[in-house]
């Protein structure tokens, strides 16, 4: 459902242009959608300008994870992650990234970077990332290995 509001052009007293949203008598819940759409629209000028960069961490016990970021669908970028030994596991699994990410290895040790343009993009590679190395039937106090987002920044902050 699309939200009903002005996005008029504006000038503020400093004469630069500026970007108003603006709703007539709304409700409550109408109103707080004003916020949402002025969030929405400075994550996308910010992802333009520099960029958005989610690091994570690889954490084992005992069975260390392998992890090869590649190309995939003749990507220039490498948009796929195969994740190898999880737990000891024979299986092999492998998350495409959503598109306009980008995944690379880190210079750190068990680390790996997901940058790109869209907020809502990049987090949710991170999220299916982080899923599929759920443990699962086993008590997760004591099985803690997995995949884990450590730092979310704008890049060249």
Request: net charge positive; with cysteine; hydrophobic share 35%.
């Amino acid at each position: 459902k699309h939200v009903s509001c002005e996005i008029p052009p504006a000038v503020n007293k400093k004469g630069e242009k500026v970007i108003r949203v603006e709703k007539w008598f709304g409700s409550k819940k109408e109103l707080a959608s004003v916020r949402t759409v002025t969030s929405h629209i400075g994550n996308m000028i910010t992802g333009v300008m520099s960029g958005f960069e989610y690091k994570m961490k690889l954490v084992y016990a005992h069975f260390p994870i392998n992890v090869a970021c590649d190309k995939v669908d003749g990507s220039k970028e490498t948009n796929n992650i195969e994740i190898r030994n999880f737990l000891g596991e024979k299986v092999v699994r492998s998350i495409k990234m959503q598109p306009g990410c980008k995944v690379e290895r880190t210079s750190e040790k068990d680390e790996i970077m997901i940058t790109g343009n869209s907020i809502e993009a990049v987090g949710v590679s991170v999220s299916q990332i982080q899923q599929t190395c759920q443990v699962k039937k086993k008590d997760i106090r004591k099985y803690l290995d997995g995949i884990y987002c450590t730092t979310r920044k704008v890049i060249g902050e």
